[in-house]
């Protein structure tokens, strides 16, 4: 099994900024791709950003420029830093991870527990 902790998130003001993380543990062999995605009250969940094991990154294009991406191997860790928040950025975010874990061959999807964000105007 894998287990997911997230932090960071809480109340900034519109401009304000945010860093949050999200730790894997458990019997990992190797983590690949890692994620984050948000859902705001009444929307369905959506792709944030997301990182592959090499380093490569993609962004929702409400996310460009203003969020960045990233992990730390060592630590299995993935932290998404959000500068230039805004009242649309509000949402629960949510980490996801797609790993091996040691005796197994299919990758598995987990989802971390969410964390509040909110932007106020």
């Known amino acids: 099994q894998v287990q997911l902790v997230e932090s960071g998130g809480g109340l900034v003001q519109a401009g304000g900024s945010l860093r949050l993380s999200c730790a894997a543990s458990?019997?990992?062999?190797?983590?690949?791709?890692m994620g984050w995605y948000r859902q705001a009250p009444g929307k369905q969940r959506e792709l944030v950003a997301t990182?592959?094991?090499?380093?490569?990154?993609a962004y929702a294009d409400s996310a460009k420029g203003r969020f960045t991406i990233s992990r730390d191997n060592a630590k299995n860790t993935v932290y998404l830093q959000m500068n230039s928040l805004k009242p649309e950025d509000t949402a629960v975010y949510y980490c996801?991870?797609?790993?091996?874990?040691?005796?197994?061959?299919?990758?598995?999807?987990?989802w971390g527990q969410g964390t509040q964000v909110t932007v106020s105007s």
């Open positions: 458990g019997s990992i062999f190797r983590i690949n791709g």
């Open positions: 996801n991870v797609l790993a091996v874990l040691w005796g197994e061959l299919t990758t598995r999807s987990t």
């Open positions: 990182i592959t094991s090499g380093g490569s990154t």
